[in-house]
């Protein structure tokens, strides 16, 4: 079973936003206007900052808005832990149960892992892939693409990727892979839950 990050294993949406708009104050930029970040939303880091940028004026740079953001970001979820208790169980219960479970997020590696690791999933899982591990970023299937070659899959073995966004549905969609979405609203997904939690809870109750 293949996790998303943001928004999915992780509910840290909110914390992004709050990030980005202290990366770029930060910078001296303009703070994102109303809908800016949700229409952001599914595409990688990278595309993130570089879209931010690209829609003001100044010089700074793509890794300067990173740097930042990142530093934002762990401060904030070091005050609190954005995976909620039920999804370090229910990955754990997966794996107890013999599924291998993974991470393909498009978020860059020194975000995901300190969280990862205050969780203490890292050692469960079988591979973390990050947007640093491939050229194209979610709606294009190479991430997961790669973690099923990471996790020595065949092809033939079924795969299920559990995502928030559109652009992670149509990457799953792509890679041939089934998907449930926690994000009802969402079209194309194999299977639609009200959130992670729900579908926790039921898996822990069995």
Not at 178 to 197: H, K, Q, T, Y
């Amino acid at each position: 079973m293949l996790f998303d990050f943001n928004g999915t294993l992780s509910l840290d949406e909110e914390i992004l936003e709050r990030s980005y708009v202290a990366a770029l104050t930060a910078l001296g930029l303009p703070a994102m206007g109303p809908g800016e970040y949700a229409g952001l939303m599914g595409r990688s880091e990278l595309d993130i900052c570089q879209a931010l940028l690209a829609a003001r004026e100044g010089s700074a740079g793509r890794d300067e808005l990173l740097d930042l953001l990142t530093a934002s970001y762990l401060e904030n979820c070091r005050e609190h832990s954005p995976v909620p208790e039920s999804h370090r169980r229910l990955v754990e219960r997966l794996v107890d149960r013999g599924t291998v479970c993974a991470v393909v997020t498009g978020t860059i590696r020194p975000m995901v892992e300190p969280v990862l690791a205050r969780t203490g999933l890292i050692p469960v899982l079988g591979c973390v892939v990050t947007i640093e591990d491939i050229e194209h970023g979610k709606p294009d299937p190479e991430g997961f693409l790669l973690a099923r070659r990471l996790l020595d899959l065949s092809e033939e073995a079924a795969c299920v990727v559990v995502e928030d966004s559109s652009s992670g549905i149509e990457a799953a969609s792509r890679a041939g892979m089934s998907s449930i979405v926690v994000n009802p609203g969402l079209p194309g997904a194999s299977v639609a839950v009200p959130s992670l939690s729900a579908l926790s809870q039921a898996w822990i109750d069995q």
